[in-house]
């Protein structure tokens, strides 16, 4: 049995990482970490685990007892705990955040998208989780980046679910504000637009064009629905063998031969992967669950990697069909 520690759990990727871990069939959930609910029934917070667990959340860090950490803190909270803390060598750690993604002198941590680097991570002490529009975005480009597509400014448009703000209410996720409304935010300049580049480096071998990413507010709890415009000349008959080819042995990402649609993905860890051609302009459209697939789902994907475990094992969800 895999022994997990969870530091930052009472979010909603906490709450999602435990809901999935209850019931993996080679883990047990030694503790969860939150200071400000210390003492609470882990369910009294994520109250969809009433009748699955009976843990309470702790303020302390028995690391010790575990064999791989996750780290469910927001942003620029991992490096920071981990200069306060000493967590031993022989623990793992899969850090959620987006501290560690990008390569770096004394950066350790392996960028952990299993489409690309499921070698890497097999052979991991510390693992980077991909950002969710991330994810959703790389898997929709990086075929085409193996066929040496991208050479072009990229056009990117991808919209997100509530959810992917976090719990911590804010202006721009009341219901109120979030119901029947659509807005932009951080155009040209999202976080996760390096995490991108650095992946298309990786499978190109190169990158000299920008990626225009405008990402959207959408009124819907969860998913991301990207849609990537890339310039080329190739012939769609050929660029689909090519996408087939990049992901035959893909657990989790699928290209399909017709549109996709949100519903296909939510409460999966799939991504589904869909290409146009239209003159000289590929359309490719990706859509996944962003707290799944593009955080805790993708996490759980990356722990059976690491300890050797079918990459499958505890994530074989189902979409509904309404």
Same mark, same amino acid.
């Given at each position: 049995?895999?022994?997990?520690?969870?530091?930052?759990? %009472?979010?909603?990727?906490?709450?999602? *990482?435990?809901?999935?871990?209850?019931? =993996?069939?080679?883990?047990?959930? !030694?503790? @969860? $970490?939150?200071?400000?609910?210390?003492?609470?029934?882990?369910?009294?917070?994520?109250?969809?685990?009433?009748?699955?667990?009976?843990?309470?959340?702790?303020?302390?860090?028995?690391?010790?007892?575990?064999?791989?950490?996750?780290?469910?803190?927001?942003?620029?909270?991992?490096?920071?705990?981990?200069?306060?803390?000493?967590?031993?060598?022989?623990?793992?750690?899969?850090?959620?955040?987006?501290?560690?993604?990008?390569?770096?002198?004394?950066?350790?941590?392996?960028?952990?998208?299993?489409?690309?680097?499921?070698?890497?991570?097999?052979?991991?002490?510390?693992?980077?989780?991909?950002?969710?529009? %991330?994810?959703?975005?790389?898997?929709? *480009?990086?075929?085409?980046?193996?066929? =040496?597509?991208?050479?072009?400014? !990229?056009? @990117? $448009?991808?919209?997100?679910?509530?959810?992917?703000?976090?719990?911590?209410?804010?202006?721009?996720?009341?219901?109120?504000?979030?119901?029947?409304?659509?807005?932009?935010?951080?155009?040209?300049?999202?976080?996760?637009?390096?995490?991108?580049?650095?992946?298309?480096?990786?499978?190109?071998?190169?990158?000299?064009?920008?990626?225009?990413?405008?990402?959207?507010?959408?009124?819907?709890?969860?998913?991301?629905?990207?849609?990537?415009?890339?310039?080329?000349?190739?012939?769609?008959?050929?660029?689909?063998?090519?996408?087939?080819?990049?992901?035959?042995?893909?657990?989790?990402?699928?290209?399909?031969?017709?549109?996709?649609?949100?519903?296909?993905?939510?409460?999966?860890?799939?991504?589904?992967?869909?290409?146009?051609?239209?003159?000289?302009?590929?359309?490719?459209?990706?859509?996944?669950?962003?707290?799944?697939?593009?955080?805790?789902?993708?996490?759980?994907?990356?722990?059976?990697?690491?300890?050797?475990?079918?990459?499958?094992?505890?994530?074989?969800?189902?979409?509904?069909?309404?």
């Amino acid at each position: 049995m895999v022994k997990v520690g969870i530091l930052g759990g %009472a979010g909603y990727t906490g709450g999602e *990482l435990i809901r999935l871990l209850v019931n =993996h069939p080679q883990v047990e959930i !030694v503790f @969860v $970490n939150s200071e400000s609910n210390a003492g609470n029934l882990i369910a009294d917070v994520h109250e969809g685990l009433y009748g699955d667990t009976d843990l309470r959340f702790t303020d302390e860090l028995p690391f010790d007892k575990v064999d791989v950490l996750f780290f469910c803190f927001g942003h620029g909270k991992s490096e920071q705990f981990l200069k306060e803390h000493t967590v031993p060598a022989d623990v793992r750690i899969i850090d959620l955040a987006q501290d560690f993604r990008l390569e770096a002198e004394g950066n350790d941590f392996v960028y952990g998208l299993p489409e690309i680097n499921k070698g890497r991570i097999a052979n991991a002490r510390h693992v980077a989780n991909p950002g969710c529009f %991330a994810t959703c975005i790389q898997l929709a *480009l990086l075929p085409a980046a193996n066929m =040496h597509l991208i050479k072009d400014d !990229v056009a @990117v $448009n991808a919209i997100t679910g509530s959810t992917g703000a976090g719990q911590k209410p804010g202006a721009t996720t009341h219901f109120s504000w979030r119901n029947n409304n659509i807005s932009i935010y951080k155009p040209f300049q999202h976080q996760h637009v390096p995490e991108i580049k650095q992946s298309i480096r990786q499978v190109q071998g190169f990158l000299n064009v920008d990626i225009d990413f405008i990402p959207y507010r959408g009124d819907f709890a969860r998913g991301i629905f990207a849609t990537s415009v890339i310039k080329t000349d190739k012939a769609i008959e050929d660029i689909i063998v090519g996408y087939k080819a990049f992901y035959k042995d893909a657990a989790f990402t699928h290209y399909v031969d017709k549109a996709v649609d949100l519903k296909q993905v939510v409460n999966t860890n799939k991504c589904v992967v869909h290409c146009e051609k239209y003159g000289n302009k590929l359309l490719i459209t990706s859509c996944i669950d962003n707290l799944l697939k593009g955080a805790v789902g993708q996490a759980v994907q990356n722990m059976n990697i690491m300890f050797g475990l079918d990459e499958t094992t505890g994530l074989m969800l189902k979409a509904s069909a309404f």
